[in-house]
């Protein structure tokens, strides 16, 4: 039988009403990092936390995490944590801005991204670091296939220096695939002096008004976090220490760390690994865990 006018409204009006529930339900929903490996890179047993759960002592040990763990000590980690086939997707590009041309790694998605992740190298370091397959207990080629699996895109660019310069070249980096991702949610992880851009990025006003965390990997402080656009923001921010880093020392981190969770209890979490040394957060850090920490309370 045919329907009367007013059941087709109601019909029309239900389709609709059921339309926009469902499309802000998919909205609401946050990203989640599907598993890889990861009882591989699973944290050793936790000797202690505190502030509410937000700090960490781990119990890492050089013979299991490093000897045990590569086929040849922290040059190249036994085949099992690794999966070279993601290289399939992994470029070598040259970008041109007018902050300079940046050479960069990309793997994943280049256009439509999920997620951007990069990795801002330390002293001496260069793109290549950020995607050696083998090094850092095979920790790098585990956040490359989180990001092909998930959709995801990686980056490791050169960049001239841990000044302005670099940070421009950076900031210019992640505006140009913002765009060409435009719902992505941004991270940066920083190892060691690579923070200093970290803390740079934070404090312009384009990229602190448009990434959505940071990972600060055996890396240091800066007060100046305080006044900027990703403080503001909320922007959530890890860190990951060895308490035998000699380079920066983890009780200056620490104070920092404690400095930013007594801000409106900020969004922070600080690991540490307890006679980790200064290149240990690079190597152990879960990055599914924190990813997945830092998608849900990402502004």
């Not at 060895?242 to 979490?269: C, M, N």
Request: charged residues 20%; proline residues 4%.
């Amino acid at each position: 039988m045919p329907l009367g006018m007013a059941s087709r409204y109601s019909l029309f009006f239900a389709l609709i009403t059921a339309t926009a529930l469902f499309l802000s339900a998919a909205e609401g929903q946050t990203l989640s990092l599907k598993s890889f490996k990861d009882d591989l890179f699973a944290y050793p047993a936790t000797l202690s936390t505190g502030d509410n759960g937000a700090y960490v002592v781990l119990d890492y040990r050089e013979m299991r995490d490093i000897n045990q763990r590569d086929e040849v000590p922290e040059r190249r980690v036994h085949a099992q944590y690794t999966d070279p086939g993601v290289r399939k997707v992994q470029q070598d590009l040259m970008l041109k801005t007018d902050a300079g041309d940046i050479r960069h790694v990309a793997v994943g998605r280049t256009e439509g991204a999920s997620i951007i992740v990069l990795y801002l190298h330390g002293q001496g370091g260069s793109r290549k670091q950020g995607v050696d397959d083998f090094t850092f207990g095979g920790n790098f080629n585990r956040i490359k296939n989180l990001m092909a699996a998930n959709n995801g895109l990686y980056l490791s660019p050169d960049f001239p220096d841990f000044g302005d310069k670099g940070a421009a070249q950076v900031a210019a980096l992640i505006d140009h695939y913002a765009e060409t991702s435009p719902g992505a949610k941004i991270f940066v992880a920083c190892g060691s002096m690579g923070g200093m851009i970290c803390w740079k990025l934070a404090a312009r006003k384009d990229t602190g008004g448009r990434i959505n965390g940071l990972l600060l990997l055996g890396s240091l402080w800066d007060d100046s976090f305080f006044t900027s656009p990703a403080f503001k923001r909320r922007v959530p921010v890890f860190f990951g220490q060895g308490s035998h880093d000699v380079v920066f020392p983890v009780e200056k981190q620490e104070a920092f760390f404690r400095s930013i969770l007594a801000k409106r209890s900020y969004p922070t979490r600080f690991v540490r690994f307890e006679t980790g040394t200064h290149g240990t957060p690079i190597r152990m850090v879960d990055w599914r865990g924190t990813l997945n920490w830092m998608l849900t309370k990402a502004p």
